[in-house]
Each structure stands twice: as structure tokens, then as C-alpha cells.
């Protein structure tokens, strides 16, 4: 086994940046649907959000003036994001998603436990909200070789 170098752990991203066509229309989706909180911004240009945990969500105008600084650092749009949600408030998000009109494109049950939910942003970029698998794994199958009849 390889010894881990004394480095400190990561504590997850602290930034992700998404081109979109038009910053208002974002900033309404993200601000209102998912209610991040806004942290700074310069409308028409960009908008930061808070995600969490030191998490930061920029959206920058994809013709902008800014757009050029980010674009070497983003290759392709059809990524997902996931954010974490809690285990019990997946019906509230989905309850939430029907109230502003965002429809919920699909729903998964993970086999370890956990759900996720996938709907679109107004740019058509792909967002999960992810609950933590189950904290009891499920009861592994225990497959018997079967006699062999001479």
C-alpha cells in the first residue's frame, strides 16, 4: 500500500464556472428556483452565487467581455452538476421544482440508497440533486454454486 503524503485533504471544489446565454435569465433560475444566495455580480456581465461549504457558482455572459478569461478552462457545456441535497428533502425539492414551474426530467433510486434528481437549467445544462446513499448498504446476494448431478 502506498503511503499518502502529508498534504491536506481536499474539501471539494471551490468554483464552478458555466457559460450561459443570458446572465438574467441564470441569475432568475438560480437565484429564485434554487435559492443560492447571490454573493456579488455585475448584471449582464456575470453573477456569482454561494453554494456551500465555500463553494462559489459563476456565471458568466458566453459573447461576454469576461468570456474569454474562462473559456480556455471550459471545454464543453454538457456537463452535470450535482449538488448535495438531505436525505429527507428530496420531496420538498421536488414539491419546490413543481411550484416554479421546472420540470423534473428524471428521478433515480440508486441501488446503494440515495436519490437524485435531474432537471434542466435554462441554458439546457443537466443539474442532479444528489441525497447520500443509505447508511445501511444493502444485504449482498450470496450466489451458491449448484451441485453437479453425475
Known sequence: MRK????PRLDGGSQT???????????EFYGKSLMLQPKDGDAGRYAEFDTGDGGVLVLVKR????????MPSISDDTVTLTFAIT???????KKW???CGVAIERETKWIHGGRSLFVRDPDGRRLEFKTPPSEV???PVVL???????
Open 137 to 139: 448498504p444493502p444485504k
Open 4 to 7: 499518502r503524503p502529508a498534504i
Open 87 to 93: 436525505a429527507d428533502g428530496c420531496e420538498a425539492w
Open 63 to 70: 459573447e461576454g467581455s469576461i468570456a474569454p478569461m474562462v
Open 17 to 27: 464556472v458555466l457559460l450561459v446565454e443570458d446572465v438574467e435569465r441564470a441569475v
Open 144 to 150: 451458491t454454486a449448484k451441485k453437479r448431478e453425475d
Open 97 to 99: 421544482f413543481a411550484k
